[in-house]
């Protein structure tokens, strides 16, 4: 069927004037589509449509578009008061409540009023778009078309096929998000679509290692911030976006995936979300907060002022004894260059997966001089230590006093396969390379769904590029062997990437 997105007259319904609704009109408005609004509640779509009207008028004040033009959107927007006034619409928008029956009602009587060619759209973030569909007597013109909030201010927008969808619906959907200038991303059903899946690695990876003892909230976010590059910690956006979203879409997820180990829920998630402290909306959450709404943060302690008298570092890993030797060198560390360590020496290992114990062990080291240090990031702006569980404090302070010599923080966790940041990359990882293997989508619209849906300083794969395939795999591999937990087994896809030497993103046939 025939679609054009480009027509003058394409005239788009919103049902539902929320935060996301009104979002969704003043974009097809600006975009220069004629737009139909309606709300259930009496006057809700007039104050989104004030709204939407302020807001065109302060980015034509801003300059990033005229008055005439601001005015002019506006004008595009219609309110009306039944289903039957969605009649001209060439395609439908719905932003109801997240509520299966309340969804399926109304489409089921939009299909009934609308055109046979009109698209009838969802912007679900949970459900199903092929539950949703399967009482429709014409399934083949449903599709998700999944904004991001506020829509003005984030560009994604994913277009996701159900089970019965046409291609003409989705390349459809594609043009007209393009049409309002968002960066849309193709993707079939699958439950979280691309981005909700991929944020669970970032999220629930952070809640299974501080539930386990290895770091706590506030160390957990200053390693992802300094070490992994992303704008706020797990806990920190968590606290942002409040447990009462993030929880029951973690459950959601995991049970719609038939209990898939890599979807996994916590516990220190579950009992924040049953006790409503849900971070900043309840000014309580993995943080307590002052009366200025700031996290309150002890600081950082002190770097110990004490340094090894000789350190020895393993060649087990020649890609994290080459990064940390050149650090050492730099800040003039009295390196030890034999096979094996002197009797006294701080000995320094740099895994990738594997925890210090297990380092220790297997390279015949004394576990009492031994500490481990994430050579998989760069060292410039945080570095994270690990000593084992016997480690002597004067070995384990030592260590950490001489890396943190030329001022960079150091952060010290407990024993752990993967560190903090290897951890929770390698998952973020391994999720993006399933739904790839899945062909939910292709590997570029996945990272650019993560980039700009997350805010993620990469990708799935642009990370794996970064930091290595082989390595990104052997990280999962070794906690996978470590924990005897499938949650970490590694992606088919990474697997085979990973052996071949090849790119993650290389494709299939």
Not at 83 to 90: I, S, T, V
Not at 424 to 431: G, T
Not at 434 to 453: C, E, N
């Amino acid at each position: 069927m025939t679609f054009d997105a480009n027509r003058p007259d394409l005239t788009i319904g919103v049902l539902g004037t929320g935060a996301m609704g009104r979002g969704i009109a003043q974009v097809a408005a600006a975009g220069g589509m004629h737009v139909v609004v309606m709300d259930a509640r009496a006057g809700a779509a007039q104050e989104a449509r004030d709204f939407v009207g302020k807001m065109l008028l302060r980015a034509a004040e801003k300059g990033s578009l005229t008055q005439q033009d601001a005015q002019a959107a506006l004008g595009r927007i219609k309110i009306v008061n039944a289903l039957a006034d969605f009649k001209p619409c060439h395609a439908v928008i719905e932003a109801v409540a997240e509520n299966l029956d309340v969804k399926r009602q109304v489409f089921g009587e939009l299909e009934a009023i609308v055109a046979p060619d009109c698209i009838l759209a969802t912007n679900t973030s949970s459900l199903s778009v092929t539950t949703i569909a399967a009482k429709l007597k014409t399934p083949q013109r449903f599709a998700g078309f999944h904004f991001f909030n506020p829509v003005p201010l984030m560009r994604l927008v994913e277009v996701i096929s159900g089970l019965q969808t046409e291609e003409w619906v989705c390349e459809a959907l594609v043009a007209i998000g393009k049409r309002m200038t968002r960066e849309p991303v193709r993707c079939t059903d699958a439950p979280g679509f691309l981005v909700n899946q991929v944020g669970r690695g970032f999220t629930l990876e952070a809640a299974h290692l501080v539930y386990e003892g290895i770091s706590n909230f506030a160390d957990v976010d200053r390693v992802m911030r300094d070490v992994g590059g992303f704008r706020m910690g797990p806990f920190e956006l968590m606290e942002l976006t409040g447990l009462d979203v993030t929880q029951p879409a973690s459950e959601l997820i995991y049970n719609q995936f038939f209990h898939e180990p890599r979807y996994r829920p916590n516990l220190i998630m579950q009992a924040r979300y049953e006790a409503g402290v849900l971070g900043r909306k309840t000014k309580r959450g993995f943080y307590n907060y002052d009366a200025e709404m700031k996290a309150i943060v002890a600081p950082e302690t002190p770097a110990p002022d004490v340094r090894p008298d000789s350190v020895w570092v393993s060649a087990a890993e020649l890609y994290g004894r080459t990064a940390l030797t050149g650090l050492l060198t730099k800040i003039g560390a009295p390196l030890e260059s034999g096979a094996k360590p002197s009797a006294k020496a701080l000995c320094l290992v740099t895994p990738f997966g594997d925890d210090t114990t297990t380092c220790a062990v297997e390279q015949g080291l004394d576990p009492r001089r031994t500490v481990a240090v994430d050579t998989l990031f760069p060292l410039s702006k945080r570095r994270t230590i690990m000593p084992t569980p016997v480690t002597d404090p004067a070995y384990r302070d030592a260590a950490h006093g001489l890396l943190a010599g030329d001022g960079v923080p150091v952060t010290v966790c407990r024993d752990s396969p993967g560190f903090i940041a290897q951890r929770i990359v390698a998952m973020i990882v391994n999720i993006g390379c399933s739904i790839a293997q899945s062909r939910t989508a292709a590997p570029a619209d996945i990272d650019k769904a993560v980039t700009l849906g997350l805010n993620y300083p990469n990708g799935p794969f642009k990370f794996a590029e970064v930091l290595g395939v082989a390595r990104i795999h052997q990280v999962l591999s070794a906690m996978n062997r470590i924990y005897c937990d499938p949650r970490y087994r590694p992606s088919i896809w990474l697997t085979r990437r990973a052996k071949l030497g090849v790119s993650a993103l290389t494709p299939e046939p």
